[in-house]
């Protein structure tokens, strides 16, 4: 696509936020916060605690786990230029795993193993001793696994673009998903927490949408229609103002 960083990063966003709230993931914040601020979870609940004490350790986890996943996004796009020549049966393929992985996603409630809290009680407590650049590192390379249908879908798109830029941009964007209610946990933790507890009672209908989601943007690449879908949004995005990765 020319003009910009195609809107499949909406979709990479969203795709970041289900990964945060999955079963494998979610019990896990409030152990990972502690563990890279030394605050208690206790602490954190009655609210006897530096908001700048939590939250600067945080971003920093963040920007860490972010860095390993932007580097993935790009090399998975390096990879992809490498076959440009072929560029038809390449989306195709992406369109391909996409489907299969989607379909997988909506495997994952009825199939125990596959849904199962992770409780990597050492692997938090190395984190906190690592520091919170160790620890989002690790969280990237441990949890690959856990998020494996929602990144590899990712990456899959990510294999489909033009530079190594915009593929990193759309992994910015799966991180971003995972982030950005990381650190609003860091900023009110128990009002998150009770809202993402919400969420989680209704993971089931959650998971039900993002498989969808992603099966049809897979269909989307596999067809050819996602980049005609994206040109449209763009042009849409224009005639509002709105096209902010227009110079990307």
Do not use: H
């Not at 909406?10 to 990964?19: E, K, L, P, T």
């Not at 945060?20 to 609940?45: K, Q, W």
């Not at 690790?138 to 593929?167: E, H, M, N, Y």
Request: hydrophobic share 55%; with cysteine.
């Amino acid at each position: 696509m020319s003009g910009g960083v195609d809107t499949t990063v909406i979709a990479a966003f969203a795709v970041g936020f289900v990964s945060f709230i999955s079963p494998c993931v979610l019990p896990l914040v409030p152990g990972y916060l502690s563990a890279v601020s030394g605050i208690s979870i206790a602490d954190m609940r009655s609210g006897e605690r530096s908001t700048a004490r939590i939250l600067l350790p945080a971003i920093v986890f963040c920007l860490s786990f972010t860095a390993v996943f932007i580097a993935l996004g790009m090399t998975a796009t390096g990879l992809g230029s490498a076959l440009q020549d072929s560029r038809g049966t390449l989306d195709k393929l992406a369109g391909a795993v996409i489907i299969a992985l989607g379909v997988f996603f909506l495997l994952t409630p009825f199939v125990p193993r596959l849904n199962a809290e992770w409780r990597p009680d050492a692997l938090i407590t190395r984190a906190g001793s690592g520091g919170p650049l160790i620890a989002g590192a690790a969280f990237a390379v441990a949890w690959t696994p856990c998020v494996g249908p929602t990144l590899g879908s990712i990456l899959s798109a990510a294999a489909t673009q033009d530079t190594v830029g915009k593929g990193g941009i759309l992994l910015a964007f799966y991180s971003a998903g995972l982030a950005v209610p990381f650190l609003l946990t860091a900023i009110a933790f128990t009002r998150m927490t009770t809202a993402f507890r919400w969420l989680r009672d209704r993971y089931l209908i959650v998971t039900a949408v993002s498989g969808v989601i992603l099966v049809t943007m897979g269909v989307l690449l596999f067809t050819g229609e996602l980049q005609r879908l994206n040109i449209e949004a763009q042009d849409a995005l224009d005639g509002l103002g709105l096209n902010f990765f227009k110079s990307v």
